[in-house]
C-alpha cells in the first residue's frame, strides 16, 4: 500500500473553483496510471478523471468536462485536480488513487487510495 496525501478540500458556492492535490511521497508516481474518484453521500465511488501511464492527456467523466482538469508535476510527485464552474453535484469526498494496471483506471484495479478531502458545494 502506498501512502497518498490529499489537501485542497473545502466549502465553495456553485460557479466557485478549488483545486485538490495528491502528494506521494516514498514511490513514483508516473510509473502509474492514477486517478481521482469521487462518492457523494449514498452513491457509489465513481471515477471523475485518470492519466494512464506513459500517457500525458487525462481522461473525464462526462459529467465533469470542461470544468475538471487533471495534471501531474513528476518533478513534484503530485497529481492535481483543479475544479471549475463547481455545482451542488459536484459535492462528495474526493479520492485520489494509484491503479494495479497501466491502463485502466477503475475501482476493482485501485491500488492504494488517499484517505479522501471533502468538496462541498452549497447554494
Known amino acids: 500500500q502506498f501512502q497518498l496525501v490529499e489537501s485542497g478540500g473545502g466549502l465553495v458556492q456553485p460557479g466557485g473553483s478549488l483545486r485538490l492535490s495528491c502528494a506521494a511521497p516514498?514511490?513514483?508516481?508516473?510509473?502509474?496510471?492514477i486517478g481521482w474518484f469521487r462518492q457523494a453521500p449514498g452513491e457509489d465511488r465513481e471515477l471523475v478523471s485518470c492519466i494512464l501511464r506513459d500517457m500525458d492527456n487525462p481522461h473525464y467523466a462526462d459529467s465533469v468536462k470542461g470544468r475538471f482538469t487533471m495534471s501531474r508535476d513528476d518533478s513534484k510527485n503530485t497529481m492535481y485536480l483543479q475544479m471549475n464552474n463547481l455545482k451542488p453535484e459536484d459535492t462528495g469526498v474526493y479520492y485520489c488513487?494509484?491503479?494495479?494496471?497501466?491502463?485502466?483506471?477503475?475501482?476493482?484495479?485501485?491500488?492504494?487510495w488517499g484517505i479522501g478531502t471533502l468538496v462541498t458545494v452549497f447554494s
Open positions: 516514498g514511490f513514483t508516481l508516473n510509473y502509474y496510471a
Open positions: 488513487s494509484v491503479q494495479r494496471v497501466p491502463a485502466m483506471c477503475a475501482t476493482p484495479y485501485v491500488h492504494s
